[in-house]
């Protein structure tokens, strides 16, 4: 079974003109048991204001670039036993 990176990796590889792009590659899910949104108020108090509405353990870091630019998909949960 690849790991996510690596899949990554060979979707970067494939990619036609490419060039040099920055992206960031994270779990759509979080790896606390705790929502988003609890984690956000316990760690993070002072922050008021976002630009996005945490559903879930949904992680706090968008993957979305990878997502849009190289078709990328996380295949893998952090918390799902089967996987």
């Known amino acids: 079974m690849p790991g996510m990176s690596g899949i990554a ?3 970067c590889i494939e990619k036609d003109d490419l060039g040099c792009e920055a992206i960031i590659l994270a779990a759509d899910d ?3 048991n705790l ?3 609890e984690l956000i108020q316990r760690f993070l108090p002072g922050v008021q204001t ?3 509405e945490f559903k879930g353990r ?3 870091i968008s ?3 990878a997502k ?3 078709g990328w998909e996380q295949m893998y949960h952090l ?3 089967s996987n």
């Open 35 to 37: 929502p988003s949104k």
């Open 79 to 81: 918390l799902d036993k």
């Open 68 to 70: 849009e630019l190289l």
């Open 58 to 60: 949904e992680s706090l």
């Open 9 to 11: 990796c060979r979707l």
């Open 30 to 32: 979080s790896s606390s």
């Open 50 to 52: 976002f630009n996005h």
């Open 63 to 65: 993957n979305q670039r």
